[in-house]
């Protein structure tokens, strides 16, 4: 069966523009959730959205933001990149919200910010 | 604040050898436990997980990890590195209360022949 696809695998944006990554979970899976990945900080829970609602939320600013659409596909979006942005962005799925449920996690989005 | 610490950032062994990597929680409940393994431009894949049933846990790959209470800790081990298990290990908990994963710093895994 389809893993959890993320697009795009690479980006490179400027200062100040926008950019919104897509996710789209393995089929039946109900919850997503985003990670921002850096050498700096590594593994950053950014939020998890389940049945379009947004359950849980990381410590970032709220330049990140996020949604999830009916057929659970999710989207995050990060307005005025700024150069400490660039990372890998990690999307992951789960077929419940809660941790007993497991992670599947897709290749990313490697996102930079010049 | 819940956190996992994971001893050593960088492991190296010779092919064949065993393969330990540390990892210790804070927590005052059980919390779920995974490893995770990463190759270069990949994404995380899930070696395995303790979720309060047995404490000795075997995933995939010859890999397993044993949930010590006493110990807050949860080390992965493999009796016999290959060359294609040289990646970054990332221990990550989870309560609960609340879904999101907390994971540790990562510890990279060198195998040499």
């Known amino acids: 069966k389809a893993g959890v696809t993320q697009t795009p695998r690479y980006l490179i944006k400027t200062r100040g523009q926008q950019v919104t990554l897509s996710c789209s979970p393995i089929?039946?899976?109900?919850?997503v959730s985003w990670y921002q990945q850096t050498p700096g900080q590594g593994l950053q829970f950014l939020f998890e959205?389940?049945?379009?609602?947004?359950?849980n939320k990381g410590n970032f600013p709220g330049r990140f933001s996020g949604r999830q659409f009916s057929n659970s596909r999710s989207e995050m979006n990060v307005s005025t990149l700024e150069l400490g942005d660039s990372a890998l962005y990690l999307c992951?799925?789960?077929?419940?919200?809660?941790?007993?449920?497991?992670?599947?996690f897709g290749s990313g989005t490697r996102l930079t910010v010049v | 604040a819940q956190s996992v610490t994971q001893l050593g950032s960088h492991v190296s062994v010779s092919e064949g050898a065993l393969v330990l990597l540390r990892c210790n929680y804070s927590s005052s409940v059980p919390p779920y436990l995974f490893w995770y393994v990463q190759y270069p431009n990949q994404g995380l894949q899930l070696l395995l997980k303790y979720t309060s049933a047995a404490t000795l846990v075997k995933g995939i790959n010859g890999f397993e990890a044993e949930f010590k209470k006493s110990e807050t800790s949860f080390h992965l081990t493999k009796p016999s590195a290959h060359m294609s298990d040289a990646a970054e290990y990332f221990c990550a908990v989870s309560y609960q209360a609340g879904t999101a994963l907390i994971f540790g710093k990562g510890t990279t895994l060198s195998v040499s022949s």
């Open positions: 089929s039946g899976h109900r919850s």
């Open positions: 992951a799925s789960s077929k419940g919200t809660g941790a007993g449920y497991g992670y599947t």
């Open positions: 959205y389940f049945s379009e609602t947004q359950r």
